[in-house]
């Protein structure tokens, strides 16, 4: 099941108990996480629980007047390959269409650079984002910033 997850305290308490869970992305360096934390507070956010467990989370921000990002999303490794993701992205692609929106976007390190990236990439582009742009420096020479789009029609 996925829903939208309103207070701001809850939102925090979610993508703590997610992204501790997953060192391997950026999660794993703390002031990396715990600014994914604090800003996940304050953002259109949704979950997915199973057997009343929180099972993953999708946090939103918007960039511009029609235009929104996927700010952190993270699935717990115990549930992952199961839809759960899909299902977040679906419910992100809603929220932003409700918004006014038309395009979607998310970033993430450039494919090429570490196999859990590699998969991220592989999941985006399974859910019908495009490559747009890759900044090199961005973040940091070791992690090219790969910025994917998804243009949002109607459904």
Known sequence: ????????????AIARRILEGLPEWWFGIAESREAYIADCAGQACFCT???GEVTGFLALRRTGPRTAEIAVMGVARAWQRR???????????AWARAQGCVFL?????????YP?????????RSQGFEEF???????DKNNPCQI???A????
């Open 116 to 124: 859990q990236y590699d998969a991220t990439n592989r999941f985006y």
């Open 83 to 93: 839809g759960l993701g899909a299902a977040l992205v679906r419910a992100a692609k």
């Open 133 to 139: 742009e890759c900044f090199p420096t961005l973040w």
């Open 1 to 12: 099941m996925t829903r939208s997850v309103s207070d701001p305290a809850e939102r925090a």
């Open 152 to 155: 949002l029609r109607a459904e």
């Open 49 to 51: 629980e199973e057997a």
């Open 105 to 113: 976007q998310v970033k993430t390190v450039q494919m090429g650079r």
């Open 148 to 150: 994917y789009v998804l």
